[in-house]
């Protein structure tokens, strides 16, 4: 109990430092998630990354949701001394590899101004930290109002939790991987991609072993 409280606690100064939201569906599903369609949404307790309980997504080939409300983006300040920028953060829970991509948007007015594909090729949690103004396609707008999740063109279920619309990140931190293999792209050559280009070096080795393995046939 101590634990869960000293999280909280921590989280919530983090989220006063750091961001405007974070959505953790410890009390139900919140009453900005709307426009729903072929999707249902449910508070689950089967999986969780944060508290007791998960945003749990059963969509329909297509299907999708949207929060709204102001996500809280700002543009970078480039003679501001603070250097985090924003970028959009969550969890999410795969019971099932899926060999498409969930499509995340993020809206002002009902136009699209900036996107992201994420690869539900995985089983198990997986997170990521996506800066708006690098990372993502489309051009960001302050007053954005709306984030947009469109379901891949298959039935499926997903757990979502701790969704950060926009967090102030370090730009050397974010980080690729599988599942957003587009983040950080200039990390791979940066004085730190010692540790930073562990994607590509992986990536790599695979199509060496790939390579060594067609020769030999």
Not at 13 to 29: A, L, P, S, T
Not at 123 to 148: A, C, H, N, S, Y
Not at 163 to 189: G, K
């Given at each position: 109990?101590?634990?869960?409280?000293?999280?909280?606690?921590?989280?919530?100064?983090?989220?006063?430092?750091?961001g405007?939201e974070?959505?953790?569906?410890?009390?139900?599903?919140?009453?900005?998630?709307?426009?729903?369609?072929?999707?249902?949404?449910?508070?689950?307790?089967?999986?969780?990354?944060?508290?007791?309980?998960?945003?749990?997504?059963?969509?329909?080939?297509g299907?999708y949701?949207?929060?709204?409300?102001?996500?809280?983006y700002?543009?970078f300040?480039?003679?501001?001394?603070?250097?985090?920028?924003?970028?959009?953060?969550?969890?999410?829970?795969?019971?099932?590899?899926?060999?498409?991509e969930?499509?995340?948007?993020?809206?002002?007015?009902?136009?699209?101004?900036?996107?992201?594909?994420?690869?539900?090729?995985?089983?198990?949690?997986?997170?990521?930290?996506?800066?708006?103004?690098r990372?993502?396609?489309?051009?960001?707008?302050?007053?954005?109002?709306?984030?947009?999740?469109?379901?891949?063109?298959?039935?499926g279920?997903?757990?979502?939790?701790?969704?950060?619309?926009?967090?102030?990140?370090?730009?050397?931190?974010?980080?690729?991987?599988?599942q957003?293999?587009?983040?950080?792209?200039?990390?791979?050559?940066?004085?730190?991609?010692?540790?930073?280009?562990?994607?590509?070096?992986?990536?790599?080795?695979?199509?060496?072993n790939?390579k060594?393995?067609?020769?030999?046939?």
């Amino acid at each position: 109990m101590r634990k869960k409280i000293a999280i909280l606690f921590l989280l919530s100064i983090f989220n006063c430092i750091y961001g405007d939201e974070i959505y953790q569906f410890e009390n139900g599903v919140p009453k900005n998630f709307k426009n729903i369609d072929n999707s249902r949404l449910s508070i689950s307790k089967e999986k969780y990354k944060d508290g007791e309980s998960s945003l749990k997504w059963d969509f329909k080939k297509g299907g999708y949701f949207s929060i709204l409300g102001d996500i809280g983006y700002k543009i970078f300040n480039e003679k501001s001394k603070e250097k985090a920028r924003s970028s959009f953060s969550m969890w999410i829970y795969n019971e099932k590899p899926i060999l498409d991509e969930l499509i995340v948007k993020f809206k002002k007015d009902g136009k699209a101004c900036s996107w992201f594909p994420i690869n539900l090729n995985f089983k198990g949690w997986r997170t990521m930290w996506v800066q708006f103004d690098r990372d993502m396609k489309g051009k960001p707008l302050e007053g954005m109002d709306e984030i947009f999740f469109k379901a891949p063109k298959v039935n499926g279920t997903i757990f979502i939790d701790q969704i950060m619309p926009s967090v102030l990140i370090d730009p050397r931190h974010n980080a690729r991987d599988e599942q957003v293999p587009f983040i950080n792209i200039l990390a791979d050559t940066s004085v730190n991609s010692h540790w930073m280009a562990l994607y590509k070096n992986y990536n790599q080795i695979n199509n060496e072993n790939y390579k060594n393995k067609r020769d030999k046939k």
